[in-house]
């Protein structure tokens, strides 16, 4: 019985110290996350291929642009192909400021009129690919606790990174509610604090999304996500796929403030 | 040189991506190793663009032995030329052909429904000339104050969206302002809504006949004006309009205002307007009103309901959309009925678009029309019926 108590003690010290091992706290390292220099006034052309489990593949091909405000981001989204949804624009505010929710405009060329789209409206699917609406914009710090689990490596050919293992938790159903995530575990890159993947459990039966920096390259000195995928998962089986590409990324551009308006996304550029 | 560029860096990608094929995953499984296949990317810009769909569409009749009211093929072309980052072309050109009718139908088969010349005339105004559609108002189911462009009313609830509008000979100029902006519109034409046809199943001489609806004699002197201001979380929108009463003789004056704000998951959505029927005597002076509600808390779904006092009835629309299968298959149900207790008659209408590729998709859907005291919906009231379409988009 003695035995088995200093067991549960050394179990119990064990795991606070592991803990305290960590030189930085899941917090602080997300704030580095998005505090990174991600580039400013960008350009990008932007294409998701969406599969679904039987690898039917549907492809939608946009542009971006996006300039920030101080801590807040302004950007704007043309769909380009199909036809059905061509000509569709999207304009976003993210604000940083937690107690202001962000702005969203939809223009839909069909109906010949702009939507305003309530933000907290993050869990829905962004144009049925795999990224939801909230995994677009930054996530509100104060609405999850972080907690390191270990330090870890993603190997890939290209070569493997030392990652942080971070677990985020929403602080109450109310966020998972909104995002559509009961808990996320994010792969963030020591060297450059990009997260590089990330393990969504969602809040719909059972499924897990993993979504997968695959290729990273830099322009104008800034570490730039090129291909990225999100796939959906039940157990072992894929119940669909995203792969976003970007490419012709150009940063530093001279983005007038009057591209994010609506004026824009309704007469096109 | 600038898309030779561009190939070169796709293909650079491209070579990454493969050799990136085999990549490994840390010790937490779940992550895919796959080759990634860029399909195709579009040049940024393109000067010129022709895009459209065909449609092939049934309508059967619930009743009369099931008869197929309606065979019809819709083309429908757009085209866009840009000729430099000031001046662009639109034109939207539509073809209808009806194969199982007899419809006596003076409208336009082939209908330019929208041609139009838009100038950007430096970073604070607009200009654009042409056959036009300009929609006014937040709601989605209930016009109150978007009055500018008249409707394909031909059948009543089941016109596709993209066909609903008639586009118009307008003037239209853009002051930009900060969060405002200014717009002068002046109509060069008047384009009355389209109404069932002597041979069509809707078709109700006392309603319809074209001996009871009058075309203006001229177009002189109409002109409207909007303020739109965007905020945060709200927007607001000014209306003036003086125009003809759609398929009338005589004109009416609007003021109109029009609110909406986004809070959480909701989106409330108001009009208001004064409709001043100062040319005709025999028609008082009317208030009409609109106040809705969309919950967009529902992952891949909206649920709205909006209620409106139009021309002194009151009027409901209930709408739920639910998106499925990563947005393939989208799921409507819309129900919209006059007067309390719908005692006024009104529609239930169920349908759903199913996209099987990108350029095909498929359409099905029912609708039921409720008899009641007005006098339209009681004259269509046994025009229940079920509609499928194919459209090929290209």
């Known amino acids: ?269 | 040189v600038l898309k030779n560029i561009s190939l070169s860096f796709i293909t650079s990608i491209l070579l990454a991506s493969n050799l990136n094929a085999s990549d490994g995953f840390d010790d937490d499984g779940g992550f895919d190793d796959e080759t990634i296949e860029i399909v195709s990317i579009k040049p940024s810009s393109h000067n010129f663009d022709i895009y459209g769909f065909v449609d092939y569409s049934i309508n059967t009749d619930l009743h009369n032995k099931h008869d197929i009211s309606s065979s019809k093929i819709s083309t429908n072309i757009k085209m866009e030329y840009k000729y430099d980052k000031n001046i662009k072309f639109k034109s939207t050109i539509k073809n209808y052909s009806d194969f199982s009718t007899n419809i006596n139908n003076d409208y336009d088969i082939y209908d330019i429904n929208e041609l139009t010349l838009n100038v950007k005339l430096d970073e604070e105004s607009d200009f654009t000339f042409g056959r036009q559609i300009i929609v006014w108002g937040k709601s989605d189911n209930i016009r109150i104050t978007d009055k500018i462009n008249s409707l394909n009313n031909t059948t009543p609830g089941i016109v596709d969206i993209e066909d609903l509008r008639r586009g118009r000979l307008l003037s239209k100029l853009d002051f930009y302002n900060g969060n405002w902006t200014y717009s002068g519109i002046f109509m060069h034409e008047a384009r009355f809504s389209l109404l069932p046809e002597p041979g069509s199943d809707y078709y109700n001489p006392q309603l319809f006949s074209k001996a009871i609806r009058k075309g203006p004699s001229d177009n002189d002197g109409n002109f409207a004006f909007s303020a739109s201001g965007n905020f945060q979380g709200q927007d607001i929108v000014f209306y003036f309009l003086k125009d003809y009463v759609d398929n009338t003789s005589f004109k009416s004056r609007m003021t109109a205002v029009a609110y909406n704000k986004v809070i959480n998951s909701f989106s409330l959505k108001s009009e208001l307007s004064y409709n001043d029927n100062y040319e005709n005597n025999n028609v008082d002076s009317v208030v009409d009103s609109m106040l809705g509600i969309e919950y967009n808390g529902i992952s891949d779904g909206s649920l709205s309901f909006e209620v409106a006092n139009k021309n002194n009835t009151i009027q409901y629309a209930t709408r739920y959309s639910q998106s499925f299968l990563n947005q393939t298959l989208d799921v409507s149900l819309l129900h919209s009925s006059y007067k309390k207790n719908g005692s006024g008659g009104g529609f239930t209408r169920l349908w759903s678009d199913y996209a099987i590729n990108d350029s095909i998709s498929l359409s099905t859907g029912l609708i039921y029309y409720h008899s009641g005291s007005n006098i339209l919906f009681d004259s269509i009231k046994n025009n229940d019926r079920f509609f499928t379409s194919i459209k090929y988009n290209f």
């Open chain 1, 1 to 269: 019985m003695i035995k088995f108590k200093k067991f549960i003690l050394a179990l119990t010290i064990a795991s606070i110290s592991s803990s305290l091992l960590f030189a930085e706290s899941g917090l602080s390292i997300m704030k580095k996350v998005l505090d990174r220099d991600d580039g400013d006034n960008i350009i990008a052309n932007m294409q998701m291929q969406l599969i679904d489990k039987k690898g039917h593949k549907r492809i939608r091909d946009m542009k971006t642009y996006s300039k920030d405000y101080g801590n807040d981001e302004k950007k704007v989204i043309f769909f380009l192909s199909p036809s059905d949804v061509r000509n569709t624009a999207f304009l976003t505010f993210d604000y940083a400021d937690d107690s202001k929710d962000d702005d969203q405009w939809l223009f839909l060329p069909a109906l010949k009129k702009t939507k305003r789209i309530p933000s907290s409206d993050k869990d829905s699917s962004f144009m049925g690919s795999d990224f939801t609406y909230g995994d677009m914009v930054d996530p509100n710090l104060d609405d999850y606790t972080f907690k390191v689990i270990k330090e870890s490596y993603v190997k890939r050919k290209s070569g493997k990174n030392k990652v942080w293992v971070i677990e985020r938790t929403p602080i109450n159903q109310d966020v998972i509610d909104e995002t559509g995530y009961i808990k996320s575990i994010a792969y963030v890159r020591q060297d450059n604090y990009m997260i590089t993947r990330a393990k969504h459990f969602l809040k719909k039966s059972g499924r897990v999304k993993y979504m997968d920096v695959k290729k990273i390259q830099q322009i104008d000195g800034i570490d730039t996500a090129i291909i990225t995928t999100a796939t959906t998962k039940k157990g072992r089986r894929t119940l669909h796929k995203t792969i976003l590409i970007n490419s012709d990324i150009k940063m530093n551009q001279d983005l007038k403030d009057n591209l994010f308006t609506i004026r824009t996304i309704e007469k096109g550029i």
